[in-house]
């Protein structure tokens, strides 16, 4: 089972629509869980922090549930410029970040 | 200033050259990290500094060596590298507990 699974997609969607990725994580001692999203041939960008009380910014909310090692991120009104890949982040232990494979988003007009 | 940088951007080199890839941060985080990222994969974590040591080194092979000279930099020194080393070279930095920022890269082909 691989320490990080996200559906690859790709999530095709028209614009103002609502989109939610879902990721599960494997180590239950993991500490810290983040969103990133990452553009065709540049770097990650850290999109936010989750955390288990859920967490909101803008037309993002990022939620986790420690029980059920899921992670989930929330999309409303979905611009053209959120296409891109978004990455599901974890961290198990001190220093070290776990990716997953990421899921695609395509926005079209 | 919340910016990562890299130098060089692109990279291209045969497999008997030494190069230098190099990396600065000047937010004070205590943490620096190398990835490597393949086309439609995942960063994979090569190395960490944490207060300028060595803390993880994820078993990479040795030709690629890492050097941490200050707190802000951060260096990738390369040498008889295969053209399967070929990839997108990310620098990150981190504060205690924080999610990572990572600068842009250095696009490296070796031939």
């Known amino acids: 089972r691989k320490e990080v699974e996200q559906d690859p997609g790709p999530f095709n969607v028209p614009e103002g629509a609502t989109v939610a990725f879902n990721c599960t994580y494997s180590?239950?001692?993991?500490?810290?869980f983040f969103w990133y999203r990452q553009d065709c041939r540049k770097e990650p960008k850290l999109l936010m922090s989750?955390?288990?009380s859920g967490n909101e910014d803008g037309r993002f909310t990022a939620q986790l549930n420690r029980a059920s090692q899921y992670i989930s991120l929330l999309i409303r009104d979905s611009k053209l410029s959120d296409s891109a890949t978004y990455l599901c982040?974890?961290?198990?232990?001190?220093?070290?970040?776990?990716f997953g494979t990421g899921t695609r988003l395509q926005v079209f007009p | 200033d919340t910016e990562v940088t890299q130098t060089p951007k692109h990279l291209v080199m045969g497999m008997t050259n030494k190069k230098s890839l190099k990396c600065e941060q000047h937010?004070?985080?205590?943490?620096m990290y190398w990835y490597k990222q393949k086309a439609k994969k995942p960063p994979e974590l090569m190395f960490v500094?944490?207060?300028?040591?060595?803390?993880i080194n994820e078993s990479v092979p040795s030709r690629f060596s890492p050097e941490c000279p200050n707190s802000s930099l951060l260096n990738l020194h390369l040498h008889a590298l295969q053209p399967e080393d070929s990839a997108l070279y990310l620098c990150?930095?981190?504060?205690?507990?924080?999610?990572?920022?990572f600068g842009p890269g250095t696009r490296l082909t070796v031939l």
């Open positions: 989750v955390y288990s």
């Open positions: 990150a930095s981190s504060q205690e507990g924080g999610g990572q920022f």
């Open positions: 500094y944490s207060y300028e040591k060595l803390s």
């Open positions: 180590n239950s001692a993991s500490q810290s």
């Open positions: 937010m004070g985080h205590r943490a």
């Open positions: 982040v974890v961290n198990p232990a001190t220093d070290k970040l776990i």
